[in-house]
């Protein structure tokens, strides 16, 4: 896609942005694309904090790959011993956050101080909201929280302290789905996972990180009006009490960009190479989704029996050792191939690849061989999805993944939604509706065409999420 929106726009005093990504790809790429464009085209200079304690070797190429106006910096590593075996993902990234507030406060005075240009916005993602303390105490100007899902999620988590209050058990039990502004009906298990076990310390996390929102002065989102037309109207009306909400999207890593390179890079993107235009489907569940064995056989031989190609990103099974989304326990991971079932890999080999751990993801959705994504519904891989016209099949894990996949299927109709049993026979009949257009398939290669269009209008020059971005900085100039 053309990105017009490199042309530095700004001119005059430049600026100079720090952000604190927290843990985990998902989190990190695209509040790196923010820094990124704020660069390129408003002229700033950029910090982007990171945590040392979950940093990959996925994570270390990915900065290092950084242009020179985007400074990463590890902020010193504090100590999580205290927290019980077995702490949620959500308890950890928000738990570290807050631990690091003295430390980000001290770096962020100093960069007051030292950076060449004055220091206009700390920015941050949902769990790094802690941080606006310590901007505040740094005397930073503006303190934006930076969202990294959809504008559904958000509003979730604006209406969450009144929710968490006024429901008086779990969220899976309610009998009638959860009806917010502007929003699909959301059936009660779909709601967010750490918010389904109110005994779960990630639970009274995410309540109260939710209630520090508020002290953001604005709110940028990563996403587009086309993907979620009525809820971006209700949040684009200002509304007293809660910051304004501008929606930016879709920031996503461009398929050029280099970044996260790694071994199989070439080798997949070479197979793909060889295959006949749109007839692979791309199966990957983000940057730390991982499947129990059950249900990774019963992909191996949905996939089997669809008789479709595919390339496969495949982790040791969750159930085996390694937490599905943790970023803590990166080390855990085992060799996934043995779990497969026997002879697989060898049946398929004239139409399947499958590559252990890591793809360069965007650059397999912008490949014209691409014609389909069996994905997780992390909100990025969502959005590199539709940013390069690829349908859907969603099989949502954790997080927020069940909630996109709803708006995505019963909502803008991007995706087919796989059923809560997974067995061979149903994730075949998915994966041909994608790929070949049965049942639903073509009303979903419709849709997504017409919504690649809507992010490619919305990011050029004059588009929505441009505009929206310029008029955030635009009294940026001239700053002390
Ligand atoms: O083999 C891989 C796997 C992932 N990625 C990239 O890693 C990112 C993954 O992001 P996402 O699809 O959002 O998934 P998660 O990593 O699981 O992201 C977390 O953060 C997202 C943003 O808040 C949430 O929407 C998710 O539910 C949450 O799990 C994307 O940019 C991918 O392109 C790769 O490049 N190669």
Known sequence: MEDTTSTTKTKGPAAHVALLATPGMGHL???????????????????????????SPTQRAFLASL??????????????????????????????????????????????????????????????????????????GRRWLFFPGSLHALTLFLHLPELAASIPGEFRDLDEPLRLPGCVPIPGPDVI???????????????RLAGLFLDADAILVNSFEAVEPEVAMVLQQPKLGRPSVH???????????????????????????????????????????????????????????SGQRFLWVVRSPSDEGSLSGN??????????????????VERTRSVGLVVPSWAPQTEVLAHGSTGGFLTHCGWNSTLESLVHGVPMVAWPLY????????MLAQGVG????????????????????????EGKGAAVWAKVAELRKAAAEGIRGGGAATTALDKMVENWAGEK
């Open 247 to 305: 929606p930016i999207g879709p920031l996503i890593l461009p398929a050029d960009s280099g970044a996260g390179d790694t071994a199989p890079r070439a080798a997949c993107l070479e197979w793909l190479d060889r295959q006949p235009a749109k007839s692979v489907i791309f199966v990957s569940f983000g940057s730390g989704g991982a499947l129990p064995a059950e249900q990774m056989r019963e992909l191996a031989l949905g996939l089997e029996l």
């Open 414 to 437: 991007a995706a087919v939604r796989l059923p809560e049993a997974k067995d061979k026979e149903a994730i075949a009949a998915a994966v041909r509706e994608v790929m070949v257009g």
């Open 67 to 140: 242009p020179p106006a985007v400074d990463a910096r590890a902020l010193p590593p504090v100590d999580l011993s205290d927290l019980p075996p077995g702490t949620p993902n959500e308890a950890l990234m928000s738990e570290e956050c807050a631990r690091s507030v003295p430390a980000l406060a001290a770096a962020l005075a100093e960069l007051r101080g030292r950076a060449a240009a004055p220091l206009v916005a700390f920015v941050t993602d949902l769990f790094g909201v802690d941080a606006f303390v310590a901007a505040r105490a740094a005397g930073v």
């Open 29 to 55: 790429i695209p509040l790196a694309e923010l820094a990124k464009r704020l660069a390129a085209r408003h002229g700033a200079t950029a910090t982007l904090f990171t945590f040392a304690s979950t940093a």
């Open 193 to 207: 996972s750490p918010l389904q076990d109110r005994l779960s310390p990630a639970y009274g996390q995410m309540v």
């Open 327 to 344: 970023y803590y326990d990166a080390e855990s991971k085992k060799d996934p191939f043995p779990y497969l079932p026997e002879g697989f």
């Open 399 to 406: 997080a927020e993944q069940r909630l996109n996949a709803v």
